[in-house]
């Protein structure tokens, strides 16, 4: 296949039944000034979308969006069927299996406990599970220290991060069979479903059976099209840069596109360039050495480095911008060794925002709540600061001591009462906290804040993620020449003068 211009190439997809869709699609999104803001993007850096030379984007959970729900039962059997063929353990122990909703990405394991956290940008562990059993406070400080704080995760510690998309199945079954072992085992029970689980998208077992129904797994998102067309139409190149092999990606792409099968490769004409098996994040060290191996047609790459593809899209650094799901895979690496620009894509946001903007009388009443409780507390500070001040005074005064003891009284009164009213404020405080973080998700509240704090994925997400968005297709929202705009950041003084 002849490598044409982006212009060309799109102008031939567009031929066939499918024109006037797009075309409407195209309409409506750039006309349309007021965006639903389940589907917005935002923005922690600010990106000028017209200096953006190339657009890449990461195959699954970005362009391919799953039915998460029947691919995770999936694995779920699949491992489940070998850790009782392969490993011994009896099939009733897996029938202690959590709702499905309890494992999430983002959570931390402690390997040697068996317990699954939650915790803050600091490490403080605020919520945590030893198989199905949620820890009291005291459980928690026994084994984490009176401050309940883990250090920061890193590979191979005794705590780990679990934050891909195909690890849900994992957390399940871990959390289900946890139980059932003795202390000093738990980690080798997690290798052991790591095991299974790598091996079941190795040896194709897994993908054999999507690629066989490709519509029970996959939600077609015809926006995506549009906006692969838009972004060539608009003189960007546009890449896919995948781990999965060619074959799966290939398999599975017009469905992605909600096209019909029998159009064989031509989705290929929306990409200037298409990278399988790239073995990301390595493939963003620009030390490595291993050169593509030539795909089924010249656009496709097997493999290969950072260079090759730059070199191919004739931009590299912050001319490109990336989408992907993984933090760490898509993200952290490209943004440190190549400075691309970059975009997380985070399913959960959406489902986030629809549970919190049905339930907008909780929200303003915590918000109220909440600005009550910090003038409150600044109020007893005051009146504490006041009496301790008179307190002093009455020591050492020999005049006016009768005076002085009076008025620290009436302090000591005020301060009182604020108190009580700053206890209340708290409780009412908890109370919607609470409501709120349980309506998210009743086992471990919001994906991005804990109380008055990030998560540590929202951490993640904050320093690694140009900007996100619940779904890639969300870009055909936006322009060719949008100006990404951040929130501007505040120091605490000068949200007090707003
Ligand atoms: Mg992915």
Redo the contacts with the bound molecule.
């Keep these: 296949m002849n490598d044409k211009s982006p212009r060309q190439n799109s102008n031939s997809s567009r031929s066939g039944s499918n024109s006037k869709n797009w075309l409407d699609m195209i309409a409506m999104a750039i006309r349309t000034p007021v965006f639903d803001q389940h589907r917005a993007v935002y923005t922690n850096r600010t990106m000028r979308f017209g200096q953006i030379d190339a657009v890449g984007f ?5 362009l ?1 969006v799953y039915n998460c729900e029947a691919l995770d039962a999936l694995a779920e059997k699949l491992v489940a069927d070998r850790l009782v063929e392969h490993e011994g353990i009896p099939r009733e122990w897996l029938q202690g299996v959590p709702d499905p909703s309890f494992a999430r990405k983002a959570l931390i394991l402690d390997l040697d406990e068996g317990v699954i956290l939650k915790t803050d940008r600091y490490g403080h562990v605020l919520r945590a599970f030893r198989g199905k059993k949620k820890l009291t406070v005291s459980e928690k400080r026994t084994l984490y220290g009176d401050r309940d704080i883990i250090p920061h995760v890193t590979d191979g510690d005794r705590f780990i991060q679990v934050d ?3 690890s849900r199945p994992e957390i399940l079954l871990w959390t289900a069979l946890v139980d059932y072992t003795e202390a000093g085992q738990r980690r080798a029970l997690w290798e052991k479903i790591r095991k299974h689980t790598d091996l079941i998208h190795r040896d194709g077992s897994l993908k054999s059976v999507i690629t066989a129904n490709p519509s029970d797994y996959i939600y077609p998102d015809p926006r995506t099209e549009a906006l692969l067309i838009h972004l060539r139409d608009c003189g960007k190149k546009v890449f896919l840069l ?2 999965s092999e060619w074959e799966y990606t290939h398999a599975m792409m017009n469905t992605v596109l909600g096209r019909d099968e029998s159009r064989g490769t031509e989705w290929l004409d929306l990409f200037d360039v298409v990278v399988a098996q790239g073995n990301k994040p390595s493939y963003f060290d620009p030390g490595r050495g291993e050169n593509a191996t030539p795909g089924v047609t010249d656009k496709v790459l097997i493999g290969g480095n950072l260079t090759e593809i730059e070199d191919r899209l004739g931009c590299a650094g912050p001319e490109i911008l990336y989408v ?3 933090i760490y ?2 993200l952290i690496s490209s943004k440190r060794n190549v400075y691309w620009r970059t975009m997380l ?1 985070v399913p959960e946001l959406e489902e986030e925002m629809v549970i919190q903007s049905g339930m907008p009388g909780l929200v303003s009443q915590l918000r109220e709540v909440d600005e009550r409780r910090i003038s409150t507390e600044r109020e007893v500070m005051h009146w504490k600061a006041v009496e301790a001040c008179l307190q002093s005074i009455e020591g050492v005064i020999t005049e006016e001591r009768e005076g002085v003891k009076k008025l620290r009284q009436e302090c000591h009164v005020a301060r009182k009462d604020a108190s009580d009213t700053l206890k209340d404020f708290i409780r009412q405080r908890e109370e919607l906290r609470s409501k709120l973080s349980t309506a998210t998700n009743e086992y471990w509240g919001s994906l991005f804040r804990a109380g008055s704090e990030l998560t540590h994925f929202g951490r993640q997400l904050e320093d690694y993620a140009c900007a996100y968005t619940s779904r890639a297709s969300n870009l055909l929202f936006y322009p060719s020449g949008h100006y990404f705009r951040s929130t501007m950041d505040y120091l605490p003084h000068e949200l007090e003068s707003m």
């Excluded at 990461?58 to 970005?62: A, I, P, Q, V």
């Design positions: 990461d195959f699954d959970h970005t391919a891909h998309a195909f995948t781990n992907g799901d993984h895979a898509d894509v």
